[in-house]
């Protein structure tokens, strides 16, 4: 039997880490279904566009955020397991730097353009670098050393990042995702029809791909 063919764009930022877990939660969905074909493109967000390009001291940021009681603690200890429910291992006492995202939004911009796997590969290292290796994802070299591992041209990723190049195209595509109504993310949008929002179970992202893959006309789905 020919496999059915879907698109989905899941709009994320690479500092959210319930994006992380989006990520293997689709992973284990298109597992579940065989017989489906889907092209996946990753669409950016940002979480925190004022933060400087520089970032911010991490601790500083999140205190900020949050406020300096245990409601850090308790959102790192309940992603901790859901991490290790999906095999990802968050080393949130490794992250130092609260970066501004839209230069690694670049290079996954970029690595679309090297084909879908490539986009997918460099979107995985750079949840991996950052949850579970503390790295910071604003800082230009780490940016270069991803797209070599995932064999990008390093020499021309690195000219395009002292560049200004597609900053414009990625506050668009930011601006679009605001107009479309993505409050938060991450998001599915499965072939342009059904938007399924937040860190859905992988039986729960099966099913909306499933159903829209059969012709179903399904509007938002949204929990976490």
Not at 191 to 210: H, N, T, W
Request: hydrophobic share 40%; charged share 30%.
């Amino acid at each position: 039997m020919p496999q059915k063919k879907i698109t989905i764009d899941v709009v994320s930022d690479v500092v959210c880490p319930w994006c992380f877990l989006g990520r293997k939660r689709l992973e284990q969905a298109l597992d579940m279904l065989p017989e489906i074909e889907a092209q996946i493109s990753w669409r950016p967000f940002q979480l925190d566009p004022t933060l400087p390009p520089q970032g911010k001291d991490r601790s500083t940021y999140m205190r900020e955020k949050f406020g300096s009681g245990s409601k850090i603690d308790d959102i790192h200890k309940q992603l901790t397991q859901l991490g290790e429910e999906n095999g990802i291992v968050f080393d949130f006492e490794a992250i130092t730097r609260a970066p501004n995202t839209l230069d690694a939004h670049r290079l996954i911009h970029w690595a679309a353009q090297a084909g879908p796997d490539t986009q997918d590969r460099i979107v995985g290292a750079l949840f991996s670098l950052y949850f579970e290796q503390g790295q910071d994802i604003g800082d230009h070299e780490v940016l270069v050393e991803a797209a070599s591992a995932a064999d990008m041209e390093a020499a021309a990723v690195e000219r395009l990042l002292q560049s200004d190049a597609d900053k414009a195209v990625i506050r668009e595509e930011i601006d679009t995702a605001n107009r479309i109504g993505v409050r938060g993310v991450p998001c599915f949008i499965i072939d342009r029809k059904y938007a399924v929002m937040g860190a859905q179970s992988a039986e729960v992202l099966a099913d909306a791909i499933r159903q829209t893959a059969e012709g179903f006309e399904p509007g938002i789905a949204e929990d976490r």
